[in-house]
Structure formats: structure tokens, C-alpha cells
């Protein structure tokens, strides 16, 4: 298992009020991360744990402890799928993917580059595609995806197997109320800091 990094020993000292950053956290999440114990349950359970630098629960411990930066840096956060099997698996209901979503909107509110760049532009297409339709066209998002990357011919057994069994639709599904999606989507994108601007720093 990949797991370099031991939060105990992160060569950063807690970003200002430890209480403080640990609260933003609460607060965007939605959850009591001061429950968590320290179990392992959720980093037992992750199915890309393999992949992670810092495992879930250490993830949390930084949040805990209040290393706000070194938190909103690992790799972890980006790699995370939402899954939920950790959130499913906490004995404490803590929901650990709500979590890793709140630290990845805070890490692109704050401006600090994702360093899983290609995971990042999936997100953002992802984004994309539903402010356009309400819903997301798995197949646009990937498109663009691939032709962002170059990449365009990469994964095309999988993308056509996915195609002939009906799980990437070819029309877009849309949202009758048009004018709810524009006002919904305006109010979050004047709250977050815009992906174009995160992408160059
Ligand atoms: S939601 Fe994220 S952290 Fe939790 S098990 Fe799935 S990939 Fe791992
Ligand atoms: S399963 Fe829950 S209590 Fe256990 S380490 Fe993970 S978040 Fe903490």
C-alpha cells in the first residue's frame, strides 16, 4: 500500500488556528470530524487506498490537528471516487467522502494546483456537462475529456463496450427548468473560485 507520508511526522507546522480550518471543514461537509477515533475501517474499505499517498484516516487526522495545507495538498483528495464505502464502513457515521469532497472545493477555492491534473479536468467537464444539461452526458463529458488531453483514442474498447450496452447516451438528457440551472449554477460560480483561474496557477 502507497503511504509515504506520516501525518505525525509532516514537515508543516498546523496552518494558524488548528480549530479554525478544522471548523471550515465541518462546516462545508457537514460532518463531526472531531468523532473520528482513528479506527482504519474507512482506509481498510477504500478500493483506491493502493493509489493513495496519505490513506484516508490520515486525511482526517491532518483535518483533526488542523494542517490545513498539507491536507488540501496530498493526492488523496483527488483520487477518491466517492464511493462511499469508507462513509458506509465509519462506526462513528462519519461521512469521509463528503470529506474529501469539502477539501477539494477548498483547495480550488484557495488557488493550490491539484496534482492529479488529469483527474482535475475530469472534474471540471463533469461540471461543465451538467451546467449545460442539469444532468451529466457521461459521453460528452468524456469526449471533451479526451480531446483536452489528446488522448482521444485511449480507452476505446471499454468506451465502445460501454456504448453498445446503452450506459453512455448519445442525446442529452435535459432539465425542463432552464432558468433555475442558470441561477442555480450562477450562485455557485460566484462563490468558487473559477477552474480556468485554477487551472494557470
Ligand atoms: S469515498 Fe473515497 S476515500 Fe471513501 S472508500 Fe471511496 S474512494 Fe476511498
Ligand atoms: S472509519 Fe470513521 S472513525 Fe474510523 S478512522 Fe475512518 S473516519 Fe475515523
Excluded at 18 to 27: E, S, T
Excluded at 32 to 59: E, R, T, Y
Excluded at 96 to 122: K, N, S, T
Amino acid at each position: 500500500m502507497t503511504d509515504p507520508i506520516d501525518p505525525m511526522e509532516i514537515d508543516v507546522k498546523p496552518d494558524g488556528d488548528a480549530d479554525r480550518f478544522l471548523n471550515i471543514v465541518n462546516h462545508i461537509s457537514r460532518q463531526n470530524i472531531s468523532l473520528c477515533w482513528q479506527c482504519l475501517c474507512c482506509s481498510g474499505g477504500c478500493p483506491f487506498a493502493v493509489h493513495m499517498d496519505l490513506l484516508p484516516n490520515k486525511v482526517i487526522r491532518l483535518v483533526q490537528l488542523g494542517y490545513g495545507r498539507a491536507a488540501l495538498r496530498c493526492r488523496t483528495i483527488w483520487l477518491c471516487v466517492g464511493c462511499h464505502t469508507c462513509s458506509s464502513q465509519c462506526p462513528n457515521s462519519i461521512d469521509v467522502a463528503a470529506i474529501m469532497d469539502a477539501l477539494r472545493q477548498l483547495a480550488i477555492r484557495e488557488g493550490i494546483a491539484a496534482p492529479e491534473m488529469d483527474i482535475y479536468r475530469f472534474h471540471k467537464f463533469i461540471y461543465a456537462s451538467v451546467e449545460r444539461h442539469g444532468r451529466l452526458n457521461k459521453l460528452e463529458a468524456m469526449v471533451h475529456f479526451k480531446l483536452g488531453a489528446g488522448k482521444i483514442f485511449s480507452d476505446l474498447a471499454p468506451g465502445l463496450k460501454m456504448l453498445t450496452r446503452g450506459k453512455l447516451e448519445l442525446l442529452s438528457q435535459k432539465v425542463a427548468d432552464r432558468d433555475e440551472l442558470g441561477r442555480v449554477f450562477a450562485h455557485y460560480n460566484r462563490k468558487r473560485r473559477s477552474f480556468d483561474t485554477h487551472e494557470r496557477d
